[in-house]
């Protein structure tokens, strides 16, 4: 039987049940907004105070949204006729995804907000911020963009993630007011993945991965359309390990090796659709951005050791045919990702915005030697050359085992009085 085939009695008592059902979804969403339902105190007073009123007022907008939605579907169900109980059985349905969806919202953010906290995750996670608006900064300001609040949150897994700035939210109307960087909690001390993100909303904000993408394609196109499409479907990906490149140097190639390493599975995975280059290629291009900018160096070391470990007969044969096709291309993709004049760039090259060669190992070791020994602890260097800091800790993890948990330490150090810092000068 139909709902329409339903006496009036029973719509009647359906009408009832339905509007005590919307009475639910309104009280639930009451809750869902009060501050101290998505965090504590503590956390809200862990964000700066721009960050936590843009936070606040995004979530009371998909609120409002969601309340306005309950009141219209109220305001119809009062003295509604029988024959109107299936369309407002659609409506309620409606609401409660709606409900569901909105939830999501407030629930990232919620997240987001509680691994902030509790030191020193707080101090690392808003070092992590410093980092990424002043790499923001460095392209967007030049270029007349405004620079957008960072939100760094941690996570399980392997690699990072970026919720860009303006994209919609769960609940379909609200838009995302930060960039949100989820940064792993294995690689939060060698963060230079949050130089890939914010790589990602840079290229976003200035139009650079459709530009990059069809540049790929017309420069491969001579060597096959496979290759050409292969490579231009990457190109969001590359532009986030450009960025992380010019930014950070060979710290970020080691890093992303870190990540991508596995077992022959994993090295050569291709995954159609996957934006992310197959890991062979994409250590391999962070190695050939090395040799264009600084030379020789350890990645050459890098490179044997990743090629002695997963050897191309590992790779099945359609990948490894695509592999020995592109390996002869790489320094060419590199002239185009980084030296090659772009619109979304004001007309330049990346390397023109950000000049890699300020962390070549030549310049780090500079740079070591200018904060000599005390250079962890000053605030002009770990708050004015944060970036470089970070790439010359990098660098330094990247020599051998000892080095690495060296260069983790004083990383450490660097991001918890980063992270103290930033909390005290940004609370207003």
Known sequence: MSVMSHPAPAARAALIELSRQLEHWRLAAERLVVPESIASPQAWQSLEHYLGVSLRSTIATAADQLRGRIAALAERLRDAPPEALPRLRRDLLAVRQLYLRTETTVDFFADALATRSTEPMGSWLRACDHLATRAMAEVLRPLGHPVPAALTFADKGAGAAIWKMGLRLWDGSTRNPVAAIKMTRHNLLRPTAALHEVGHQIAHVVGWNTELRNALQRALGAHGADVADTWAAWATEIAGDAFAFVFTGYGAVSALHDVVDGDA???????????????????????????????????????????AVHPLSFADRETRQLIARSTPLLPAIVELVLYRPYRAFGGKALVQLVNPERVSPASLEQLRRDMGSAGHHSRHWIWDEAIRVLALTSYHTTSDTAHLREGVQQQDAVMRRVGSHRAVTLQH
Do not use: K, Y
């Not at 934006?275 to 490179?303: E, K, N, Q, T, Y």
């Open 265 to 307: 599975s994993s090295a050569f995975q291709m995954i159609p659709g996957d934006p992310h280059p197959v890991a062979h290629l994409r250590v391999m291009l962070g190695i050939a951005m090395c040799r264009r900018a600084f030379g020789s160096g350890r990645w050459d070391r890098l490179a044997e050791a990743w090629n």
